[in-house]
């Protein structure tokens, strides 16, 4: 219910569209009865006034049933577009709202997540509530208030026929309705869970597909996504199945209703009280009324499917950021010096120290290189500097201004990152630097790939600057993507620079291009450098060496250091 609630809350913005497509879906529910029932009895009275030989006004009927037709179709046709319209409208905003709520998340809390999985809360799960407007909200309400419509009017010509078709109309859009709810809860809620763990493991396994190959995994993961597939179709089965058999079971209350409603009909008709032709109307009346219920055991089958979707949504949507934004968010530092006293950080309360009362000051414009073998606790340093993860103990500041009381907005505007890892998105060249500055110009972005000593290997490609980079910029070799990276920090022109492992994976004279191309990067910027390479510690001014989260005391040559395997 508390789920429930809440997407109601969610959908308010859209709450006149809403209304205004149930409104037009009970009009489309009146005038179908009533076109039926009066088909009825028209027909019924065609031929007992030609069988009594009586005269019959059919103008006004005829018109009446042509008008009615006329309604249904142009109010079906509004319905669907206004349903429709307000579902689109809601899951787009719906996708944006989410994606709101992801963002700050990353990358601390959403690394328990698997890709595919998240793709799938953002996609299926997403798509998934539109059932909840379309196919469970608007046919329920609509089906209240068109019965109790119903009803009322059936009351006028039979009290008793009103109370059978009121009874027949709570089994089908009540009790049957709920029983496929039941039957569908467990099977709609492992759909969803399953359906995220089969498109996560297609997506890892496209991913690592070479890894597969390589290992003669290639069977062995196939049948890990045949299996998913198969417990997917059968839970899908599953519900189809309930679903068939519960509007059968919908139906047949409709045909054991109007047979009752004809049994209670008959004597009144004998008594003289209604007219023979009334017969019809009634039986067409009490079949069509149930029309207005037909679709609602499917609607409450497929509300299992939609909570589970809503809740795995909301169970990201109401995550905490691991690094929270202060209150009062501070004006930016002037100064761009970084200083940490006794800091101390881990991932978790059950996890060592990744940083175990780090203390050290970067004056503005110098170049701090940092070494130490793997787990030492590099990368987590630049993790808290870009406020990506918060830390426990100890102060951090920029310019004098504490880390905490910078928004992790600010202080990312703060920096510019060149890694390893660097992100290229699966778009052109020329995207992927406009990401840093979106308003650069033509020349702009030309000078900070000449500056990243990649200007005239990205004018040598056919569409240059247009060249689509592929996924993960695999279109282009290990030295141009980095060097394209380097020419985004560039446009970026922040004054802290954050360089995590630049040169790692990258031949010699990739190397040298990316040392030149840094070498200018670096000047009068505040730069931490990470990296196992001598030949980067020559553009620092200082080194640190971590070992277990802390900095080792004395100051070590770069001998020392590949000595000691920190450096190759
Ligand atoms: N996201 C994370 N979640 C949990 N623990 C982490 C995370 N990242 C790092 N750690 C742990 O923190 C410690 C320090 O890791 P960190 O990545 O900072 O080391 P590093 O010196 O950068 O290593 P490398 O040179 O291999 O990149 C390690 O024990 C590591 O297992």
């Not at 997407?7 to 009146?30: E, K, N, Q």
């Not at 009533?34 to 005829?62: D, E």
């Not at 379309?134 to 026929?161: C, D, G, N, Y």
Request: hydrophobic share 50%; charged share 20%; net charge neutral.
């Amino acid at each position: 219910m508390k789920d429930i609630l809440r997407l109601l809350r969610l959908f308010h913005p859209y709450r006149a569209w809403m209304a205004a497509g149930i409104a037009l879906s009970v009009v489309v529910a009146l005038s179908n009865v009533a076109l039926l029932a009066l088909s009825g009895w028209f027909i019924a009275s065609m031929a007992l006034s030609g069988l009594g030989n009586q005269m019959f006004n059919f103008f006004t009927p005829a018109a009446a049933i042509r008008g009615l037709a006329i309604l249904r179709t142009i109010a079906r046709y509004l319905e669907r577009l206004v349903t429709h319209d307000a579902t689109l409208r809601l899951l787009s905003a719906l996708r944006v709202w989410f994606y709101g709520r992801l963002e700050p998340l990353a990358p601390a809390g959403l690394q328990s997540y698997r890709d595919g999985d998240l793709l799938s809360r953002i996609r299926a799960d997403i798509d998934s509530l539109d059932n909840f407007y379309l196919r469970i909200l608007a046919p329920v309400v609509s089906a209240a208030i068109s019965t109790v419509a119903l009803l009322a009017a059936m009351s006028f010509i039979s009290m008793e026929v009103a109370l059978i078709n009121g009874l027949g109309l709570l089994l089908a859009g009540c009790a049957l309705p709920l029983m496929a709810q039941r039957s569908g809860r467990r099977p709609g809620a492992r759909l969803v869970t399953t359906r995220a763990a089969l498109r996560a493991s297609v997506t890892d396994s496209c991913r690592g597909a070479g890894e597969l190959r390589v290992y003669g995994a290639v069977d062995r993961q196939g049948a890990h996504i045949d299996a998913l597939g198969r417990a997917l179709v059968a839970d899908q089965r599953h519900l189809v199945r309930v679903r068939g058999s519960y509007s059968s079971l919908s139906m047949l209350a409709a045909l054991i209703s109007m047979w009752i409603a004809v049994i209670v009909i008959i004597p009144v008709i004998h008594a003289g009280v209604l007219a023979p032709a009334q017969l019809a109307l009634v039986a067409f009346f009490v079949l069509s009324s149930f029309d207005v219920v037909a679709s609602l055991p499917a609607a409450f089958q497929s509300l299992g499917e939609t909570l589970a979707a809503a809740r795995r949504i909301f169970e990201i949507a109401d995550a905490e950021p691991v690094a929270l934004d202060p209150d009062e968010q501070q004006p930016l530092p002037e100064r761009f010096d970084i200083d940490m006293d006794a800091l101390q950080m881990h991932y978790s309360p059950v996890a060592a120290w990744a940083l175990d009362g780090i203390s050290l000051h970067v004056p503005e414009g110098d170049a701090l290189g940092i070494v130490g073998p793997s787990g030492s606790g590099k990368s987590s340093l630049l993790n808290v500097l870009l406020r990506f993860w918060d830390f426990q103990d100890g102060k951090a500041a920029i310019g004098g201004v504490p880390l905490r009381a910078l928004t992790g907005e600010q202080v990312r505007s703060l920096c510019a990152v060149v890694a390893q890892q660097s992100h290229l998105f699966n778009a052109t060249i020329r995207e992927n630097l406009l990401l840093a500055r979106p308003s650069a110009s033509e020349e702009e972005l030309r000078e900070a790939l000449r500056q990243a000593a990649v200007l005239d290997e990205v004018m040598a490609f056919p569409q240059g600057l247009d060249t689509y980079v592929g996924e993960v910029g695999a279109r282009l070799s290990g030295g141009q993507a980095r060097r394209i990276t380097i020419a985004r920090a560039f446009l970026k022109n922040a004054p802290i620079l954050l360089l995590d492992e630049p040169t790692e994976g990258l031949d010699e004279l990739s190397e040298q291009l990316v040392l030149n191309a840094l070498k200018r990067l670096m000047r009068d910027k505040t730069t931490l450098v990470i990296t196992h390479h001598p030949e980067v510690l020559t553009l620092v001014d200082r080194v640190v060496v971590l070992r277990a989260g802390r900095i080792v005391p004395s100051y070590v040559g770069a001998e020392e250091l590949i000595a000691e395997g920190v450096c190759r």
